[in-house]
């Protein structure tokens, strides 16, 4: 039966470049694959139109021919079936053979030192993301039964599991200064988007890699697109410090439809003190914050706080399905333009939860204050 390899090359269009184009060649071997199955090659950040090829095998195999811009290494993606992504480093004259089974698991790759350090570098990330949905599932548990000690020790354990990934993320870093494979490394997510380097806070980090990967690659696309990222996230962090100092300012204003599909204005709030929240309702640690915050709404919400929450998640009936379950009493609103919206990025929002606290004549006084005792401190502080 002759066998066929469907490839697909999703290539992201950044930018169109005129220069001349070198090639490296990728020889990908599909270990008992059934029929018609699929190949798809991703090249992120690149700097040429979107495409597609499609090749057919008889064999199993098929030969790729990369292109390498202005002799700059680059990266591609290799995935069967849609399935686990195999990132692939590639110089001008490359020859790589890459072994992956039907499952998409690597079974070898040779020609590719720095390919063979990413893979196992994910792997190890991979075993502790492994780690992190088990104590996910128990922690669900636990806040079912109502089993608050449990919560506390299994929250704990989350958050070494964090720093763990943190930790083999910034060795990666320092034992390979001059990889392109950074470049993802600091863009890692975790579970439900939770990114590993958040905004501004590890913008250090970032900048550390771009200054050691322009020092060798200049004219890396690559690395032009992280210096676009550090200049837009060197402009959030002067917006910030301007939140910072909003007393005289005011806030800006949202108008988002609820569950009902009616508009609500953050601005009809005023004359309360008001927490601001953008959220996720499909993660987990979020819901729970939920109830500490419902905590603090039953004791203060008749004496003048409410609470705005925006929910800026990919699944809008996954929203509206919590609002309900968790019966959250306050202001819902559901912003279909997630982290990118106008409204998140009026905030400067870079990661979820945000928690913006405004007083009742409209001045920002609280920014991510995370912690419920803190929040309710805060709160006390205004309202009396």
């Given at each position: 039966?002759?066998?066929?390899?469907?490839?697909?090359?999703?290539?992201?269009?950044?930018?169109?470049?005129?220069?001349?184009?070198?090639?490296?060649?990728?020889?990908?071997?599909?270990?008992?694959?059934?029929?018609?199955?699929?190949?798809?090659?991703?090249?992120?950040?690149?700097?040429?139109?979107?495409?597609?090829?499609?090749?057919?095998?008889?064999?199993?195999?098929?030969?790729?021919?990369?292109?390498?811009?202005?002799?700059?290494?680059?990266?591609?993606?290799?995935?069967?079936?849609?399935?686990?992504?195999?990132?692939?480093?590639?110089?001008?004259?490359?020859?790589?053979?890459?072994?992956?089974?039907?499952?998409?698991?690597?079974?070898?790759?040779?020609?590719?030192?720095?390919?063979?350090?990413?893979?196992?570098?994910?792997?190890?990330?991979g075993g502790i993301y492994s780690?992190?949905?088990?104590?996910?599932?128990?922690?669900?548990?636990?806040?079912?039964?109502?089993?608050?000690?449990?919560?506390?020790?299994?929250?704990?354990?989350?958050?070494?599991?964090?720093?763990?990934?943190?930790?083999?993320?910034?060795?990666?870093?320092?034992?390979?200064?001059?990889?392109?494979?950074?470049?993802?490394?600091?863009?890692?997510?975790?579970?439900?988007?939770l990114p590993l380097f958040s905004?501004?806070?590890?913008?250090?980090?970032?900048?550390?890699?771009?200054?050691?990967?322009?020092?060798?690659?200049?004219?890396?696309?690559?690395?032009?697109?992280?210096?676009?990222?550090?200049?837009?996230?060197?402009?959030?962090?002067?917006?910030?410090?301007?939140?910072?100092?909003?007393?005289?300012?005011?806030?800006?204003?949202?108008?988002?439809?609820?569950?009902?599909?009616?508009?609500?204005?953050?601005?009809?709030?005023?004359?309360?003190?008001?927490?601001?929240?953008?959220?996720?309702?499909?993660?987990?640690?979020?819901?729970?914050?939920?109830?500490?915050?419902?905590?603090?709404?039953?004791?203060?919400?008749?004496?003048?706080?409410?609470?705005?929450?925006?929910?800026?998640?990919?699944?809008?009936?996954?929203?509206?399905?919590?609002?309900?379950?968790?019966?959250?009493?306050?202001?819902?609103?559901?912003?279909?333009?997630?982290?990118?919206?106008?409204?998140?990025?009026?905030?400067?929002?870079?990661?979820?939860?945000?928690?913006?606290?405004?007083?009742?004549?409209?001045?920002?006084?609280?920014?991510?204050?995370?912690?419920?005792?803190?929040?309710?401190?805060?709160?006390?502080?205004?309202i009396g």
């Amino acid at each position: 039966m002759r066998r066929r390899f469907f490839i697909t090359a999703s290539l992201a269009l950044l930018a169109v470049s005129c220069t001349v184009r070198n090639t490296a060649v990728v020889e990908v071997r599909v270990c008992d694959a059934p029929d018609s199955s699929f190949v798809t090659v991703y090249r992120p950040w690149s700097g040429m139109a979107a495409g597609t090829d499609t090749v057919f095998s008889d064999n199993g195999s098929f030969r790729y021919e990369a292109d390498i811009p202005d002799g700059a290494p680059e990266l591609y993606y290799f995935s069967v079936g849609g399935g686990i992504q195999t990132p692939v480093v590639l110089y001008d004259g490359d020859r790589v053979v890459l072994d992956i089974g039907a499952d998409g698991t690597v079974t070898g790759l040779s020609g590719s030192e720095e390919s063979l350090k990413m893979i196992e570098f994910n792997r190890k990330i991979g075993g502790i993301y492994s780690m992190m949905d088990s104590v996910s599932a128990r922690l669900i548990d636990a806040t079912a039964a109502g089993d608050g000690r449990e919560e506390r020790r299994l929250l704990s354990e989350m958050g070494s599991l964090y720093m763990k990934c943190r930790r083999e993320a910034i060795g990666y870093i320092y034992d390979n200064p001059h990889s392109i494979t950074l470049i993802p490394v600091v863009y890692m997510d975790l579970a439900d988007g939770l990114p590993l380097f958040s905004g501004t806070e590890d913008m250090f980090i970032r900048q550390m890699v771009y200054d050691s990967l322009s020092a060798v690659y200049p004219t890396s696309g690559l690395v032009k697109a992280l210096a676009d990222d550090l200049e837009r996230a060197r402009n959030g962090k002067a917006f910030e410090d301007r939140l910072s100092k909003a007393g005289t300012v005011g806030y800006p204003d949202i108008a988002l439809p609820g569950v009902d599909g009616n508009v609500s204005r953050l601005s009809d709030l005023g004359g309360k003190t008001v927490v601001l929240v953008f959220w996720n309702a499909g993660d987990d640690n979020q819901k729970m914050w939920n109830n500490e915050l419902k905590s603090i709404y039953s004791k203060y919400g008749d004496r003048g706080l409410e609470v705005y929450q925006v929910a800026v998640g990919p699944d809008k009936a996954a929203w509206a399905r919590q609002v309900r379950v968790q019966g959250l009493p306050w202001v819902n609103v559901y912003d279909n333009g997630g982290l990118s919206s106008v409204n998140a990025l009026s905030y400067n929002v870079s990661s979820l939860p945000a928690v913006f606290l405004i007083t009742s004549s409209g001045d920002i006084v609280g920014r991510n204050i995370l912690n419920p005792r803190d929040l309710e401190n805060s709160i006390a502080g205004l309202i009396g």
